[in-house]
C-alpha cells in the first residue's frame, strides 16, 4: 500500500496581500547605497579648446606702437621708391634732350657749307638716325615711368602717406643746412634741364622753318602740312619749357630771400 503525503497550505488573500506590504516597507527602511565616485587623480578633465578663430585673431591683434612702425616703415619704403622713379623720369628726358641736341648739331653740319671729306655727310646722317631713334626710346621709357610715378602717387593719397621732405630748421630751431644745400641743387637742376629743353625746341624750330621755306615751292601740300604740324608741337614744346625756366627761376629766387631771412648764404654752399 502506496501512501502520498501532500502539504497544502492555503492562506486566504487578505494575508497574502499584508505579506506583500511588510515585505516592501524593509525594503523602503534599508540604507542607501553610496554611489560610486572617482577621484581627481582618476579623472583629467581637459581644458576647454579654444576655437582657431580666436587664436588667429589674437595672434592678428597689435599694439598701437607695432601699427605706428609698421606704417612708418612703409611710408618711408614708399618715398625711397617714389624718388628712385621721379629721379629717373629726370634722368631719361636728360639724356633724351642731350641726344636731340646732338641730332640738331649735326643736322646744321650736314646743311652747312662747310667743307668735309667725302663719307662724312653719310656718317653724320647715320649718327644722325641713330640718336633720334635713341631718344624717340628715352622719352618712351621716361612716360613709361612717369605713368608708374603717378600710380605711386595715388597710392600714397590713398594710404594717406606724407612725401618726406627736410625741414628749413632743425629740432633745435637752427637753419638746416642741409636743406638749402638740397634744394639749390634741385633747382638749380630743374632749371638746367628747362634750359636744355627749350634749346632743344628752338632748334627743332629754326630746322623746320628751313625746310618748310626749302619746300615752299615743290607743291607737296601734304608734305608741306605735316611739317608745319611738327612746327606747331616744337612751338608748345618750346612754350611749356619756357614756362619751366621761368617757375625755376622764380623759386629759386624764393630760396635766396627765405636763406638770406634765415642767414644762410647760398653762395657758399656746395
Do not use: C
Given at each position: 500500500?502506496?501512501?502520498?503525503?501532500?502539504?497544502?497550505?492555503?492562506?486566504p488573500?487578505?494575508?497574502?496581500?499584508?505579506?506583500?506590504?511588510?515585505?516592501?516597507?524593509?525594503?523602503?527602511?534599508?540604507?542607501p547605497r553610496?554611489?560610486?565616485?572617482?577621484?581627481?587623480?582618476?579623472?583629467?578633465?581637459?581644458?576647454?579648446?579654444?576655437?582657431?578663430?580666436?587664436?588667429?585673431?589674437?595672434?592678428?591683434?597689435?599694439?598701437?606702437?607695432?601699427?605706428?612702425?609698421?606704417?612708418?616703415?612703409?611710408?618711408?619704403?614708399?618715398?625711397?621708391?617714389?624718388?628712385?622713379?621721379?629721379?629717373?623720369v629726370?634722368?631719361?628726358?636728360?639724356?633724351?634732350?642731350?641726344?636731340?641736341?646732338?641730332?640738331?648739331?649735326?643736322?646744321?653740319?650736314?646743311?652747312?657749307?662747310?667743307?668735309?671729306?667725302?663719307?662724312?655727310?653719310?656718317?653724320?646722317?647715320?649718327?644722325?638716325?641713330?640718336?633720334?631713334?635713341?631718344?624717340?626710346k628715352?622719352?618712351?621709357?621716361?612716360?613709361?615711368?612717369?605713368?608708374?610715378?603717378?600710380?605711386?602717387?595715388?597710392?600714397?593719397?590713398?594710404?594717406?602717406?606724407?612725401?618726406?621732405?627736410?625741414?628749413?630748421?632743425t629740432?633745435?630751431?637752427?637753419?638746416?643746412?642741409?636743406?638749402?644745400?638740397?634744394?639749390?641743387?634741385?633747382?638749380?637742376?630743374?632749371?638746367?634741364?628747362?634750359?636744355?629743353?627749350?634749346?632743344?625746341?628752338?632748334?627743332?624750330?629754326?630746322?623746320?622753318?628751313l625746310?618748310?621755306n626749302?619746300?615752299?615751292?615743290?607743291?607737296?601740300?601734304?608734305?608741306?602740312g605735316?611739317l608745319?604740324?611738327?612746327?606747331?608741337?616744337?612751338?608748345?614744346?618750346?612754350?611749356?619749357?619756357?614756362?619751366?625756366?621761368?617757375?625755376?627761376?622764380?623759386?629759386?629766387?624764393?630760396?635766396?630771400?627765405?636763406?638770406?631771412?634765415?642767414?644762410?648764404?647760398?653762395?657758399?654752399?656746395?
Amino acid at each position: 500500500m502506496k501512501i502520498e503525503l501532500r502539504t497544502v497550505i492555503k492562506l486566504p488573500a487578505v494575508w497574502l496581500g499584508w505579506l506583500m506590504v511588510m515585505a516592501i516597507t524593509a525594503l523602503a527602511q534599508q540604507p542607501p547605497r553610496p554611489i560610486p565616485t572617482m577621484t581627481g587623480e582618476q579623472v583629467s578633465v581637459p581644458p576647454p579648446a579654444v576655437p582657431a578663430s580666436n587664436a588667429n585673431k589674437a595672434e592678428s591683434v597689435k599694439t598701437p606702437e607695432a601699427q605706428d612702425a609698421n606704417q612708418d616703415a612703409a611710408e618711408k619704403a614708399w618715398n625711397e621708391n617714389l624718388a628712385k622713379l621721379r629721379e629717373r623720369v629726370k634722368e631719361l628726358e636728360r639724356r633724351a634732350d642731350q641726344a636731340e641736341l646732338e641730332v640738331n648739331r649735326l643736322r646744321n653740319f650736314l646743311f652747312s657749307a662747310e667743307p668735309r671729306d667725302a663719307g662724312a655727310n653719310g656718317k653724320a646722317l647715320a649718327r644722325s638716325a641713330e640718336l633720334t631713334d635713341l631718344a624717340q626710346k628715352l622719352r618712351a621709357e621716361a612716360k613709361a615711368t612717369q605713368r608708374e610715378v603717378d600710380e605711386l602717387l595715388a597710392e600714397g593719397e590713398a594710404k594717406k602717406y606724407k612725401i618726406a621732405t627736410l625741414s628749413p630748421t632743425t629740432k633745435s630751431g637752427d637753419p638746416n643746412l642741409d636743406y638749402y644745400q638740397s634744394r639749390l641743387a634741385e633747382l638749380q637742376t630743374e632749371l638746367n634741364d628747362a634750359q636744355a629743353r627749350a634749346q632743344v625746341m628752338q632748334l627743332r624750330i629754326n630746322e623746320l622753318r628751313l625746310r618748310i621755306n626749302g619746300n615752299s615751292g615743290s607743291g607737296d601740300s601734304f608734305f608741306l602740312g605735316r611739317l608745319r604740324d611738327e612746327l606747331d608741337e616744337a612751338q608748345k614744346g618750346l612754350e611749356k619749357a619756357q614756362t619751366r625756366v621761368a617757375a625755376a627761376l622764380e623759386k629759386l629766387e624764393a630760396l635766396r630771400k627765405q636763406a638770406r631771412e634765415a642767414g644762410v648764404e647760398l653762395s657758399e654752399l656746395k
